[in-house]
């Protein structure tokens, strides 16, 4: 069976630092496109990083401050996040095999559309 595990969520501070990762099970990854998104309490789900075909992308939020990259040996994909803004908070979501297009914004009915696989979520809280 097919899994993605999120990790590395938690509380911290405006400006401070966190590390995501992703492990996938059940088969590789190493060439199909990885991305992160999140979602926070009523909201869509959005877009905010990917690699695919060896390039990142990254939503405007976040660029400058958050770099995507990926362990094909580990079968592991990584989310850094420096400088941490409380509108950084909420769950953050792992997502393999990414469709043409997924740097949008999603409801849930529509995610089936932009990956073929998505984890479970890590929460992130950003406090003031």
């Known amino acids: 069976q097919v899994r993605l595990v999120e990790s590395g969520g938690g509380l911290v501070q405006t400006g401070d630092s966190l590390k995501l990762s992703c492990v996938a099970s059940g088969r590789t990854f190493s060439r199909v496109g990885m991305g992160w998104f999140r979602q926070a309490p009523g909201t869509k789900r959005e877009f905010v990083a990917a690699?695919?075909?060896?390039?990142?992308v990254y939503s405007d939020p976040v660029k400058g401050r958050f770099t995507i990259s990926r362990d094909d040996h580990k079968n592991t994909v990584y989310l850094q996040m420096n400088s941490l803004k409380p509108e950084d908070t909420a769950v953050y979501y792992c997502?393999?095999?990414?469709?043409?297009?997924?740097?949008?914004?999603?409801?849930?009915?529509?995610?089936?559309?932009?990956?073929?696989?998505w984890g479970q979520g890590t929460q992130v809280t950003v406090s003031s």
């Open positions: 690699m695919t075909g060896g390039s990142a």
């Open positions: 997502a393999a095999d990414l469709s043409t297009h997924y740097t949008g914004t999603y409801s849930t009915d529509d995610l089936w559309q932009v990956a073929g696989y």
